[in-house]
Structure formats: structure tokens, C-alpha cells
């Protein structure tokens, strides 16, 4: 038996490099590390595992340091990403020396010619490029043991990548061990508890637009025993609140009428958080997914431009947007629309639609986004093909920090500015202020809400 360590490094922001995509917390949230959660449960079937999670701890480097050392792993897992590589380097590496456990990464810094990382830390010793299969006790047990899914520097030094074999089957059969995260102070702003977990039932996406890497993962979807078995786990937690982080909930209809009746007829309902493609969101799907307890749902819009979306594999008109909308109005089921502003080929012109579509669409709340040409896209490599950008490993954000780059049509600097006037423009609003805040529901919710708002309309300072 090894002791395995689940560690999400210290970070000067709250940043979130779960799932293969890393970004800075827009506000003071911070939720669950998806992929450290799946883990949880696979290695506890054969190790002592030990999670530590400093960035929801906010636990500073030197803390973090005497409690990784303290737990004298043997193994260490760690999410790191392109918003924080060059912070957990130093940090990982002095670990490493006072322990000796082997290192295992995980993040979307190894989607992408992951030897580069491996030439930055020659202390790394491998990354696992699926979170969901068994393949983790292989390498935990023997780094010549594990055949895929990974990674790995041989005793001499040579790097060996594994095939990646993503096929339905391959889904670990142990239950994440909500109960190692669930004393933890995560939080969400559409939970509307405070106690919230985070599921998933499946794993990539069957959809491929092209500037978003999960498209590029095999799609698998998860037994749909083994998610009753877990919802059951979280009743027992006295847990009813879920937030699920498939990148699209589904996302067929049949399997979204499956995991419903999953849902209901429980002990007590759950209330819960998706994202869903709004192709899907006709009125039968919604009224059956509020029926069975989906209270917020949230839908990547992305662009006010039909054409621009189409580009990027987004095929759905204005129109199938305003009628989903209308669907979830219809239930009483509240809604996030998420933006990407910037993406190649955009315009101010086409930004501004962007920011009427946000107001006309009506939703609860709106999350717009920057364009960053994230590791092991098709439009990545389109641009380094290109020559618009570079291919070398760098820090990226789109959540709050300023535009990575320019495009032929829209300089960075004028990017932001749209960028800030899109968030004005939409939160600004006294009507839609008002409205929001007499809807929370409780002292509670309003403040929470007030803060994350304020938070979310403040300029940020990276550059
Ligand atoms: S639907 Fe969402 S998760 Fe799937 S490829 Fe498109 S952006 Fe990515």
C-alpha cells in the first residue's frame, strides 16, 4: 500500500486547473478539483490517500510545505495549468527533494508537447492524461506498469508517451470520496447550498468546437449505476446539492431522460447545476430536467454572431438561443450564458452583438470570457500553423486577466475594453441589479451574490 498525496498547490490567486483547463477564479468561488475527486476514489481502493488543497484552504507555501512533507507520501498527484506552471515549479521541485515521492501532474500544460514540461522539471516523473480510468494504480504501483493514458521518464531518463485509450468501459469503478472534500470551504455561485458536491457522468464531449481542447478527448459516458450508487453516497453525507461539471450535461436526450429518473424519487430531491447545449433545451428536456430538481442551467452561447459561432463548430441559430431561454424561463429554471469575446476573425462590430445578444436573451447571468489559444486545440494549432502565435508554454487565463493576444481585426487593448464594457453593460443594468437581488432568496444568497458581483465588474490587474 502507497500513501498517495492529492495536492493542489498553493497559488497567490484562487485558480482552478481542474480538468485539463486552468483559469483564475472570477470572483471569491472556488470549486471542487473534479479530476482530484475521481482520483480520491480510485486510488483509495488499494492506498492511503491524503488530500490537500491549498488554494480553497488559501494555505501559503511554507503551510502547504509541512503538511505535504508531514504526510511522507510516497506518491505525489498535483494539478498544476497554464495560468500557474511558473509559480509551482519552485514549489513542486523543493517538495519533491524534501520527500522523494514521485510526482504526478496533471493539467492542460500536457496536452500540448508535454516533453517540454517534462525538459522545464527534470524532477517530474510523469502526467496522467485521464483522471477517470484505473490507469492511476498502475502508476502509482510501478511507473513500468501502467501501458496508457500517461506520460513517463523511464529510471533512465527517457520519456516514454503511453497511447491514449479513452473507451467507454475504461471508467474507474470506485466512488469519488466525497467525504475527503466535503469539510472543505468550496463554493459556487449557483449552488444554493453551501454544501454542494460535484459529479460527473461522463467524461470529453461528443461536440468539437475547435478553440476548446475536451472536444478532442474520446467521449465516454459513465455507467449509469455507478452514478445512482454515488448519489446515494451523497444522500448518506446529508448532501443535496450538486453541481455537475459535464461539459455538457447528457448530453443525448435519452441519456438526459436516463440521468433524470436517476435523480428523482429519492429520499429528499436534489438541486442541482449543469451545462447543457442549447440545442437540447427544448421545453420537453427542460421540464424534465426541472422536474427533477435542475434549478440553474448554464449554456455556452459564446458569440452574438451566427457566423462567428458556426466557425468555431457552434451550428445553432439565434433563434434555437431565444427559444431556449424561453424554455428555461418557462420552468422556472435560472440561467448563466457564457461568452468567448475575441475569437479570430472577430470584430468590435461583432463584439457588440455580443453584448446585445447577452441583454436580449435575457438571463440571469452572463459570464463573458476571453479567447486564449488553450493547449491542444484544433484552433491552436491552426494559429501556430499561421504563424499567429507562438507554440511556447505560457501563461494563459480567460476568466479575468488581460487578452493574451491580438487579432488581424481587434488589437488587444481595444479587446479589453469590450471586454469591461460587456460586464457594465449587462450587470450594470439598475433594473437587472434590482431584480437580482430581490430574487436571492435569503440575506445570505443576496450577499453572496453582491460580493461575486463586485468582484466580477472590478477591472483585474494581470496583464
Ligand atoms: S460543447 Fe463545450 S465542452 Fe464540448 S467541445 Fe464545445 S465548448 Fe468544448
Redesign the pocket.
Known amino acids: 500500500m502507497a500513501r498517495v498525496l492529492l495536492l493542489n498547490p498553493p497559488s497567490r490567486e484562487i485558480c482552478m486547473r481542474d480538468y485539463f483547463c486552468s483559469k483564475i477564479s472570477k470572483g471569491s468561488y472556488c470549486y471542487h478539483p473534479v479530476d482530484l475527486l475521481i482520483l480520491s476514489g480510485i486510488l483509495s481502493v488499494r492506498h492511503e490517500v491524503q488530500v490537500l488543497d491549498a488554494v480553497v484552504q488559501r494555505l501559503k507555501n511554507e503551510r502547504t510545505f509541512s503538511l505535504a512533507k508531514g504526510y511522507k507520501p510516497d506518491v505525489i498527484v498535483f494539478l498544476t495549468g497554464a495560468v500557474s506552471f511558473h509559480g509551482d515549479g519552485p514549489f513542486l521541485k523543493e517538495l519533491k527533494q524534501a520527500t522523494g515521492a514521485r510526482m504526478v501532474g496533471l493539467g492542460d500544460i500536457f496536452l500540448e508537447k508535454p516533453e517540454r514540461v517534462f525538459e522545464l522539471w527534470p524532477w517530474l516523473d510523469a502526467a496522467l492524461l485521464d483522471f477517470t480510468t484505473p490507469d492511476i494504480l498502475d502508476l502509482v504501483e510501478s511507473a513500468n506498469k501502467i501501458s496508457r493514458n500517461a506520460v513517463v521518464r523511464s529510471p533512465d531518463g527517457q520519456l516514454i508517451r503511453l497511447p491514449v485509450v479513452q473507451t467507454p468501459g475504461a471508467w474507474g469503478t470506485a466512488l469519488p470520496r466525497h467525504d475527503m472534500f466535503s469539510s472543505l470551504p468550496y463554493s459556487f455561485p449557483f449552488a444554493r447550498k453551501k454544501r454542494f458536491a460535484t459529479v460527473l457522468t461522463n467524461f470529453?464531449?461528443?461536440?468539437?468546437?475547435t478553440?476548446?481542447?475536451?472536444?478532442s478527448f474520446l467521449y465516454k459516458e459513465r455507467p449509469l449505476g455507478s452514478i445512482a450508487e454515488e448519489l446515494d453516497s451523497l444522500q448518506a453525507l446529508g448532501i443535496s446539492e450538486i453541481f455537475f461539471k459535464d461539459?455538457?450535461f447528457g448530453?443525448g436526450r435519452e441519456r438526459i431522460a436516463a440521468l433524470c429518473r436517476e435523480l428523482t424519487g429519492r429520499k429528499w430531491p436534489f438541486g442541482w447545476t449543469c451545462?447543457l447545449?442549447p440545442e437540447m433545451a427544448d421545453e420537453k428536456v427542460v421540464g424534465l430536467m426541472a422536474a427533477a430538481g435542475c434549478h440553474t442551467i448554464i449554456f455556452?452561447v459564446?458569440s452574438g454572431e451566427a457566423e462567428v459561432r458556426r466557425l468555431y463548430?457552434?451550428e445553432y441559430s439565434d433563434n434555437i438561443l431565444r427559444e431556449a431561454f424561453a424554455a428555461c424561463r418557462k420552468f422556472g429554471v435560472e440561467t448563466v450564458a457564457t461568452f468567448v469575446m475575441g475569437l479570430p476573425g472577430e470584430s468590435t462590430g461583432s463584439l457588440d452583438k455580443t453584448i446585445a445578444l447577452a441583454r436580449e436573451l435575457d438571463c440571469d447571468y452572463a459570464s463573458f470570457n476571453i479567447f486564449v489559444p488553450a493547449y491542444g486545440t484544433a484552433l491552436r494549432k491552426k494559429l501556430i500553423d499561421q504563424g499567429v502565435v507562438t507554440d511556447e508554454l505560457a501563461f494563459m487565463d480567460s476568466a479575468v486577466s488581460k487578452p493574451y493576444m491580438s487579432t488581424a481585426l481587434l488589437p488587444a487593448e481595444e479587446l479589453w475594453k469590450m471586454h469591461r464594457r460587456a460586464v457594465w453593460s449587462f450587470y450594470g443594468r439598475p433594473g437587472f441589479l434590482i431584480k437580482r437581488l430581490l430574487g436571492a432568496g435569503s440575506w445570505g444568497r443576496m450577499f453572496r451574490m453582491w460580493a461575486e458581483g463586485w468582484s466580477v465588474m472590478s477591472a483585474r490587474r494581470n496583464a
Open positions: 470529453g464531449c461528443p461536440y468539437s468546437c478553440y476548446c481542447p475536451t472536444g461539459q455538457s448530453p451545462f447545449r455556452g459564446e463548430g457552434r
